[in-house]
């Protein structure tokens, strides 16, 4: 396990503080017996029924009841009644510390991120557009002089084409940084509302129409958080980006031919892109019969498959992206909801499946809706047996996943996609997070944006399995995934069909 990490879950510290402040409570219960046990001990010393032994033996009884108020007094129980419970309230100060320091830390990051978001922004429209507008106009004055109609045109044109290659260059050179650095994009994106203020206070009139926008959008300005600046920047496309409130989402089944279909016995198989549970372009619902009268669902959605920005006929874009990160409702979680109800209706567990396990997954995007759909009302209330998600490349450590749904997020350190969000995932007893350090040249040849590749998750799904065994945390997810990956509790029931469907998404205009 030496080019992984694993963060939380049952091995993780959360679970250790969990641990000790249960210690602790239960350090102040038994304080509470043996002092009771003191007391009742005491009583006995000085009990009326020991009278006439008093009388007809003095010195014995004497030195019995010194004996018992030897054991019950401070010496004695009642001083290990105050030693137990002086260890709880050290446990529990020592927890209360810990966990306030580890508060404090993140709030003075925060304060940290927000301050470099806004000296970004700042920085893009009073020093970064107007040094590369020199540089590009300096490099094409040398190349062409302009005091001839001739060296005019020649000028013209090393401008623009200068132009159009900056992006390309600049965006290569910041993609090999990345890979190098990967924690500087989690920093600018943790900073994405200082940065948002600080382009609207660099360029006034930009400031000016981000506000109205935002006014107009019913959005607050300025934003005081990383959804609340993602927010800012949907209003700011005017119903022209980022914004699918004018369409509706259809959904078209087509059941696959479940003749050799093997189900998933390992996350490898889970994340796959030709694994049984892959539709690949499409929304495939997979639902397993097990001997105990249930089925299990495994639902896996696909990642983004265009980055237009304007919304089209495929919801799985940019425009949910942008949605999904802004903490809104997308048609692609109406459709995957949609979906899953209509793939338990073929199973015959219309109302009977309510409570059905169901484990959502995928990759980039489709690991953002798997977890949403977790903390979704809508989804939770027609399919309340969601109990895992597992995500790989996802950035979703702001998304509030109710405990008691176990997640498995996958994350390469190089891949700049998990750091959208700027924030860590969670690590309490339910959330585990495995990431990896790629080994150079991986990741197409050293550059950031490689390292989100679908097919390299794949090969850390495979060490990950490989690894299971030696790691409490990912051992007690394997077990729990038991009935997904036919683990204990996960028997098939032979007599009843498997039934495996894949769903075409779109996206059409509302009332079209």
């Known amino acids: 396990m030496s080019d992984i990490e694993v963060r939380g879950g049952a091995g993780g ?63 004695g129980l009642l001083g290990e009644a105050a030693s137990l419970r002086t260890l709880a309230e050290t446990v529990d100060l020592a927890t209360d510390l810990y966990r306030a320091g580890e508060a404090g830390a993140r709030h003075l990051v925060e304060r940290v991120d927000r301050a470099t978001g806004l000296a970004l922004g700042l920085a893009v429209p009073t020093v970064v557009l107007p040094a590369l507008t020199t540089v590009v106009l300096g490099a094409a004055v040398l190349r062409s002089p302009p005091l001839s109609p001739s060296g005019t045109a020649g000028f013209l ?20 940084a990345l890979f190098e650095h990967p924690w500087l994009l989690e920093r600018a994106a943790a900073g994405a509302e200082g940065a948002v203020v600080g382009l609207g206070l660099g360029l006034p009139p930009g400031g000016i129409y981000l506000a109205w926008a935002s006014r107009q959008g019913g959005v607050a300005y300025p934003p005081t958080t990383q959804e609340g600046a993602v927010a800012v920047i949907n209003a700011a496309g005017g119903g022209h980006f980022f914004d699918e409130s004018a369409f509706d989402v259809v959904t078209t089944p087509r059941p696959v031919d479940t003749t050799g279909w093997r189900r998933p016995g390992s996350l490898a198989d889970l994340v796959g892109e030709d694994a049984a549970v892959s539709g690949q372009g499409a929304v495939r619902v997979s639902g397993v019969p097990l001997t105990d009268g249930r089925y299990v669902w495994v639902v896996d959605i696909p990642g983004t498959q265009t980055f237009t920005p304007v919304p089209g006929s495929n919801p799985f874009d940019q425009t949910s ?43 980039s995007q489709g690991g953002i809706t798997a977890a949403a759909l977790s903390a979704d009302s809508l989804f939770r209330a027609r399919h309340p047996g969601i109990s895992h998600v597992t995500t790989t490349g996802a950035p979703i450590g702001g998304i509030a996943v109710p405990r008691g749904v176990r997640v498995l997020s996958v994350e390469h350190r190089q891949d700049l996609v998990p750091a959208l969000d700027g924030r860590r995932n969670p690590a309490h007893g339910d959330w585990v997070t495995v990431s990896r350090a790629l080994p150079e040249p991986a990741g197409a040849e050293g550059r950031a944006s490689g390292a989100h590749a679908s097919e390299l998750y794949v090969g850390t799904a495979e060490t990950i399995d490989r690894s299971a065994a030696d790691d409490p945390s990912l051992r007690a997810w394997r077990e729990g995934a038991g009935p997904f990956l036919g683990g204990a509790g996960g028997e098939v029931d032979p007599s009843r069909p498997v039934v495996v469907v894949d769903y075409d998404v779109r996206r059409v205009p509302r009332g079209g």
């Not at 239960?26 to 008093?54: E, F, I, N």
């Open 321 to 363: 992206n942008q949605l999904l990160e802004a903490g809104e409702r997308t048609l692609t979680m109406t459709a995957v909801t949609r979906a899953l109800s209509d793939a338990k209706r073929r199973a015959g567990r219309g109302v009977s499946g309510r409570d059905d396990p169901v484990m959502t997954l995928g990759h």
């Open 157 to 176: 044109g090393h401008v623009i084409g200068l132009a159009r290659a900056a992006p390309r260059h600049v965006g290569g050179t910041v993609d090999e």
């Open 13 to 75: 510290i959360a679970v250790a503080l969990d641990d000790l402040a249960l210690a602790a409570s239960r350090l102040r219960s038994l304080a509470g017996d043996v002092l009771d046990l003191a007391a009742t001990l005491t009583a006995l010393g000085v009990h009326p029924a020991l009278a006439p032994t008093a009388v007809l033996a003095p010195g014995e009884t004497l030195a019995v009841e010194g004996e018992i108020l030897r054991l019950a007094g401070p010496s």
